[in-house]
């Protein structure tokens, strides 16, 4: 197990890690779908971060509506006692539910009707041992949330602290190829 953790720490390091994420699991049980299809945004988060993250994040998402990508608010919880970490995930699961009422909301103070996709696009990951965060640089207590965009085959394509590089990063959702439509006409695959 602990060569496992040494290699998914490396990995991480190395920009790699979101590609091997086929076995992460939300704070629902539901399998996160990095590198599945579609572009990822990870939010990478602690209690101390709230606040910044709800802040920010709401706008940040409306604004890369047009990537459809998904979101990963990936919360460490290394400063959250043993005991406590159970309540913790709880209000995770209360704070998913609040994220997506704003984002409706906010569509609709846009005019727009939410996309039917949204219930779909939002994982929120509880981090007990906070080695993801770790990959990434962010030691225990850190300050600030960090965000990175992932391709829709789950790599890296920017990183940063979030929002002072919110632009750099909605460039990178912005950028994502969109998957080929391929049409057959008379055997030819276009």
Known sequence: MKKLAALVGLLGVLGFAPAY???LKDVFGREVPIGKGRPAVVLYANKGTRDELREHAYQFVYDVRAGKPIVVVRVDLRDVPGLFKGMAKGEIRKSHAESLDLMRNLFQE???SPPPELDT???MVADSKGEPHASVGLKKGFKNVYAQVLDPSGQELARGPF???AD???KAVAEVPAAPS???VAGVVR
Do not use: C, D, N, V
């Open 121 to 123: 696009s939002l994982f």
């Open 168 to 170: 750099s990063l909605g």
């Open 182 to 184: 391929h049409a057959r």
């Open 21 to 23: 994420a086929a076995e």
């Open 110 to 112: 846009h005019g727009e």
């Open 163 to 165: 929002p002072e590089s």
